[in-house]
């Protein structure tokens, strides 16, 4: 056993060896990994709202009995406070280069930090395996529009499968598609990623071009009245509409550090946060709405999900509808290619590689992600564990929380000022070993955060279970008031009880992190050695590192970048 370990230990990457607690992509990035500016930022952000999920905004809210105009309504100021949340939440990643990982470690504790890690896991495997359903889904229409021999496939496999042989087919083939993008580390995605956007936007606004052209302008669903009819229905309406927006993209508030630490300065990512964020993310829903009010025109029903319109074009199968199924299918599953890398596969490798840092890295942990996610069986959760998607589509009652403590804790409570150092020594040395590795403070903000709507969210899991308007209304509240409550607990909390080592820094770049521009504003001391591969711990920063790691670990945490390396 202790041959295979070794055999599948991370090696050194670029003199940086790994370890339990550390290897070259928890490690607070050098220079020479930060290469996103805004426009890279911007990028970034339309590939969370360029996509197929954001697209189908206009379905949940909707089925919530708004109209389609109080249903944007609903959207506009989701965007807003997803913004703002996004800001705050990411900032200690573009000031001090650490991901979600490292930054759970002084919320949470050195070993409370799992509670976060293992939570995102598998959200972010669930998710990931949704995704490529929808995206073999866009694979399904492409090879149907090329393939007659595939559009007439018959179908082998049972009716317990929930899933056509067609189907099949395409989610395998999409999952291969994910491989050689997932292998791109986060930082060399700039370029891919901005034709991805570019081929997305077209690919979308050519769809609801042709409804509107084909139907001659919008369906009856544009002037469809709300179902909600008193002020107080409708009020909670929206309300409920606001929760469910930002619900759909919790997940991903959560570890905003993981992407903001490749900022090459702090406030390089806010144009995205909130350009794309705001713009694209209230456009593509209302394009959403246009287009199925007008597919409802031509087709009789409602089509929300892009790749059932699409495939709908073949009903005819002439060489003009498979052109363009072809080509739209293609446009959709480069959405999907993206917004599953940068959502789920890479959150999922970088929640794995703090977790298991001696073995994963980003690369290696994305795989895990993607393979894991296939054994889960997507098709089988979305026909037929209803009540499993309701618990994740309303487990924002537990990230809200989340959220809120992380955003205190950095902004309030620490003044944004962190020991960098000390997050990577597992012992009672390190400011964030709390008691015993757990800081007892974030678990019962936390916790109290989550608790008034709890009740709502166990009803609408359970039907069965039956509770009074109040408690469904706090529910609909979710994800605000749980950030709001935790947020004013953990600021209480920490008050009476104040955390060890608030305000303490290295007095050193310990890790080679900052330019000599960077540190002289940050009133640290730069980098002294020769050179950026140099290690990272010297004198007696190393001999209390040596002391506390024991054997266990590598004695040495190299450094990575040159200066010339900046980008």
Not at 195 to 217: D, E, K, P, R
Request: charged share 10%; net charge neutral.
């Amino acid at each position: 056993m202790s041959w295979l370990m070794n055999k599948i230990q991370l090696p050194d990457h670029h003199g940086v060896a790994a370890s339990l607690w550390s290897n070259a992509d928890l490690i607070p990035l050098p220079p020479s990994r930060r290469t996103w500016g805004p426009w890279a930022f911007v990028g970034f952000w339309a590939i969370n709202n360029l996509c197929i999920s954001t697209w189908q905004t206009g379905s949940s809210l909707l089925g919530l009995g708004l109209s389609v105009w109080q249903a944007m309504i609903a959207v506009i100021i989701a965007r807003i406070i997803i913004s703002l949340v996004a800001v705050f939440n990411g900032w200690v990643g573009a000031k001090w280069h650490i991901g979600f990982s490292v930054m759970s470690r002084y919320v949470w504790g050195i070993w409370g930090s799992y509670i976060a890690l293992v939570q995102r896991i598998v959200l972010s495997i669930v998710w990931c395996g949704v995704q490529s359903y929808t995206g073999g889904l866009c694979i399904t229409a492409m090879l149907s529009a090329i393939f007659p021999t595939y559009h007439n496939m018959k179908n082998t496999l049972p009716a317990s499968a929930h899933m056509t042989t067609q189907q099949f087919v395409g989610f395998i083939l999409y999952n291969l598609a994910s491989l050689p993008i997932i292998y791109l580390p986060p930082e060399k995605t700039k370029i891919p990623f901005q034709y991805i956007n570019g081929i997305t936007a077209a690919t979308m606004f050519s769809i609801m071009v042709w409804a509107l052209a084909t139907a001659h302008g919008a369906g009856p669903l544009l002037s469809q009245s709300s179902t909600l009819h008193s002020s107080t229905e409708l009020g909670w309406g929206v309300v409920h509409g606001i929760t469910t927006v930002i619900g759909s993209i919790a997940v991903g508030l959560t570890n905003q550090p993981d992407y903001s630490r490749f900022a090459r300065k702090p406030g390089d990512q806010v144009w995205g946060q909130f350009g794309s964020i705001i713009i694209i993310g209230t456009i593509v829903p209302l394009m959403g709405c246009v287009t199925t009010a007008a597919a409802q025109k031509i087709y009789g029903e409602l089509l929300w999900n892009p790749p059932d319109l699409v495939l709908r074009w073949l009903d005819d199968y002439s060489s003009k509808s498979r052109a363009a199924a072809f080509f739209a299918g293609l446009g959709l599953c480069m959405s999907q290619l993206g917004i599953n890398t940068v959502d789920n596969a890479y959150s999922g490798g970088m929640d794995f590689a703090g977790l298991f840092p001696k073995y994963l890295n980003i690369r290696r942990g994305a795989y895990l992600t993607l393979a894991i996610s296939i054994l889960f069986q997507p098709w089988q959760l979305l026909s037929s564990a209803s009540v499993f998607l309701t618990v994740l589509g309303g487990y924002s009652v537990f990230l809200g929380p989340l959220v809120g403590i992380q955003i205190c804790d950095y902004w309030i409570i620490r003044r944004q000022q962190l020991k960098l150092s000390d997050l990577y020594l597992p012992s009672s040395d390190s400011i964030y070993w709390y008691k015993v590795g757990v800081n007892w403070r974030t678990i019962v903000a936390w916790v109290i955060g989550f608790a008034p709507a709890l009740p709502g969210f166990i009803s609408s899991v359970n039907p069965g279970i039956v509770v009074g308007p109040p408690a469904m209304r706090l529910n609909y509240l979710a994800f605000p008031l749980g950030f709001a409550i935790s947020f004013l607990v953990f600021f209480g909390i920490n008050r009476m009880f104040p955390p060890p080592g608030l305000g303490e820094v290295d007095d050193s770049d310990v890790f080679g992190t900052f330019t000599d521009e960077e540190a002289a504003t940050m009133g640290i001391e730069p980098y002294q050695g020769a050179g950026r591969g140099d290690l990272v711990l010297e004198g007696e920063a190393k001999d209390m590192h040596n002391e506390v790691v024991g054997s266990d670990l590598e004695k040495k945490i190299p450094r990575v970048s040159a200066a010339a390396d900046l980008v």
